[in-house]
DNA sequence: CGAGCTTTTGACTCTCCTCAAGTTCAGTGG
DNA sequence: CCACTGAACTTGAGGAGAGTCAAAAGCTCG
């Protein structure tokens, strides 16, 4: 397990990044903030500030008082469920625009672990929530995301639940892939090409799957040419339609909707 | 399969219920509806109409229009997602107050189907969505709502993810349990007593499992004393506490949270 | 009483997990 | 420059848990 301990989170905590401004942010037009005036912006732009992590620190433990909520700006962040025995299910991954805490409430209910450095645009939770009531295009969009993640953890329970272990890898992928393509605007006709920001542990997490069955996976999938690997993480698909049959997926239907 | 064809459906459909005051609603405080002041419940009287469907008929396919959101008064509901090849995964359980449809969609995402006879307070999606744009307080009642179900979903992630067919059985068991106990008002300490509202089939269905497992765990969990069966359907919980070690949560965590 | 279900139980199979080595690769220090 | 170290990853052998196929037992309803 790979235990970072409470000390270096705090430190990392501290090393602030410097303030920017809302007009030229990254997400800007995707995260809870997208859909305010200017007044609402510069509003939020007062109470907010900047938090940055190193690769493998935790941003927050389960159970902790959460005093700030937040969009990740840039990075990779997990959210993962651990039983007692050390069983551990990844329940979201937290990419740039994505939201983190839950309004209304004081502890926090997952595990967030930031995979990559990951930099955070932080507003304490009191004066974010007392906001929330007086500007409805902050919960109007926050209602939009949270539906759109639900979707997402319900087509996650398919893959969970009804997959074999050669689909969820597949899914997995085909999830990234299309992701990738379209956070750098390039169609999905030829071949993709991107680095998977993931672990074989974080992805096994992820599935429900050990790391060797992972691992096993992927050496299958390639073998079979639905991949093309160079090192470990470097990924080439070279026809998504193929990647989505072994998905389980309708490849029709997955590029369409 | 239990594939009910959709004429029947359409059928139900016609076979209206009784319009009901507001006020005397027993979903009233936990609905979508349930922190509107008197004018806005009047509003929403005025474009409500119910709908009954008889157990076993689909409410909605996955695929079609949805002209229609509302919420489930009195029965159950499942909400499941279809692989071509069969292959079926509950993704939601729908219980009395639980909010059917999503604003702002066009078509539905997945199959809704009646387990028990149902009646449902329904609203048109048009004049609904220009509501909430109107009135935050169903806006703000429909993201905590939300946020719930997206909860539940990363809980049952983790059961779908990790747990072995015995942890997801008394997972189960103990959700609908809990459940019963708050919906009667009756305390956890006791032993508990209820009727299962599912099927084996659907349960597998909820559980990632085949129906035969599920009934091979529960036959195990009756012999080893965790629960007592009566005919098919009525469970006797003994004691929560061993039902909540067998389903691999903190016995004291799950229930004091 | 028999038809058609839901459910149970058994026997066998197979996928994925467990345990155990071994490989690759980046980073460190002699 | 090269051995050493520790991650991250790969691969193999064997086993356990859940799936598949098949038959039979309970219930419900005409």
């Keep these: 397990m790979t235990q970072i301990n409470r000390g270096n989170a705090m430190l990392n905590e501290r090393s602030l990044a410097v303030s920017q401004d809302c007009g030229d942010c990254p997400i800007r037009h995707r995260a809870v903030c997208a859909r305010c005036e200017s007044d609402e912006l510069q509003a939020l732009e007062e109470i907010k500030y900047y938090r940055k992590y190193e690769a493998g ?55 967030v672990t930031a995979t990559t450095d990951m930099v955070m645009c932080c507003f304490r939770r009191a004066p974010f929530e007392q906001m929330m009531t007086r500007t409805p295009h902050i919960a109007q969009r926050l209602l939009e995301m949270t539906l759109d993640e639900l979707d997402a953890a319900r087509e996650w329970m398919l893959v969970l639940g009804r997959k074999t272990a050669r689909e969820k890898i597949a899914s997995l992928l085909s999830i990234i892939a299309r992701r990738d393509a379209t956070l750098n605007l390039r169609g999905t006709d030829g071949p993709l090409v991107f680095d998977l920001p993931l672990t074989r542990e974080a992805m096994a997490d992820y599935l429900g799957l050990t790391l060797e069955t992972v691992s096993r996976q992927i050496s299958a999938l390639k073998r079979d040419g639905v991949i093309v690997l160079e090192g470990k993480r470097h990924v080439t698909i070279p026809d998504m339609g193929r990647l989505m049959e072994e998905a389980g997926d309708d490849a029709d239907g997955g590029l369409l909707v």
Excluded: C, K, N
């Design 57 to 111: 620190s935790h941003v927050i433990w389960s159970g902790d008082r959460m005093d700030f909520v937040g969009s990740v700006v840039s990075g990779i962040a997990t959210l993962t469920q651990t039983m007692e025995d050390g069983r551990t299910q990844m329940v979201g991954l937290l990419l740039p625009s994505d939201f983190v805490g839950r309004p209304g409430r004081t502890t926090a209910s997952y595990d």
